[in-house]
């Protein structure tokens, strides 16, 4: 399958900041997908784009969906401690399968 | 619960022996997934069940690896002669039929060889 990049690996901020997170890909995609991951707990859909220029907003997460359909991002605004955890970018290929990005693992500063 | 459920929670287990994996989707979800996620890496795609179609296994890393899903409903996934490179957290995931409809993951199992 086509890979997705997620960079850089991890990401450390101050509690209260805003933090952006970007997701690359050489191929075109239908769907973009963003999941979080908490400790010891498997990952949750955050936000799900299926439109090109898509900005779909959740709380204080806005995701969009790239013009060219090759990327998207994630941003999380006035970031609070529960955040903490690791971000994947994901994308519906054949069957419905879910293919994920490396991740990238959030810390956020009391 | 309403949520999919994994058991055992952690697994140790001696290089060599066999280990079975159980996953109970969301009752009514017609499609089950099979995952593996290695330190540091990304979730890695094993195998996929769609009712009674026949499953994709194209992520199954070798024929150590298998999977059973009885009655549309529970799934086993089974490690032979397990490995040491084979310790991974495990993760089961569940979702209605329909491309747009999002996966449910449960918490997983933590695999150890020794």
């Known amino acids: 399958g086509q890979q997705l990049n997620q960079s850089p690996q991890s990401m450390f901020i101050q509690e209260g900041e805003d933090v952006s997170m970007n997701c690359t890909s050489s191929?075109?995609?239908?769907?973009w997908l963003w999941y979080k991951q908490d400790p010891g707990e498997g990952p949750v859909l955050l936000i799900a784009l299926y439109k090109a220029g898509e900005l779909t907003s959740n709380g204080r997460l806005t995701a969009q969906f790239g013009i060219t359909r090759k990327d998207s991002f994630l941003n999380i605004s006035a970031s609070i401690p529960s955040d903490v955890g690791i971000y994947f970018c994901a994308y519906t290929g054949a069957n419905s399968k879910l293919t994920f990005g490396k991740g990238i693992t959030l810390s956020v500063r009391p | 619960g309403a949520g999919v459920s994994q058991s055992p929670s952690n697994k140790v287990t001696e290089k060599g022996k066999d280990v079975e994996l159980r996953c109970d989707p969301i009752?009514?979800?017609?499609?089950l997934y099979w995952y593996r996620q290695s330190l540091g890496q990304g979730l890695e795609f094993l195998i996929y069940?769609?009712?009674?179609?026949?499953?994709?296994k194209s992520g199954l890393p070798s024929d150590r690896f298998s999977a059973e899903r009885t009655g549309g409903s529970v799934s086993t996934l089974t490690i032979q002669r397990t490995q040491q490179e084979d310790s991974a957290v495990y993760l089961c995931?569940?979702?209605?039929?329909?491309?747009?409809?999002?996966?449910?993951f449960g918490n997983g199992t933590r695999l150890t060889v020794t």
């Open positions: 069940f769609q009712g009674n179609s026949a499953p994709d």
């Open positions: 009752s009514g979800h017609t499609a």
């Open positions: 191929s075109i995609f239908n769907t």
């Open positions: 995931a569940s979702s209605n039929r329909g491309v747009n409809s999002p996966l449910h």
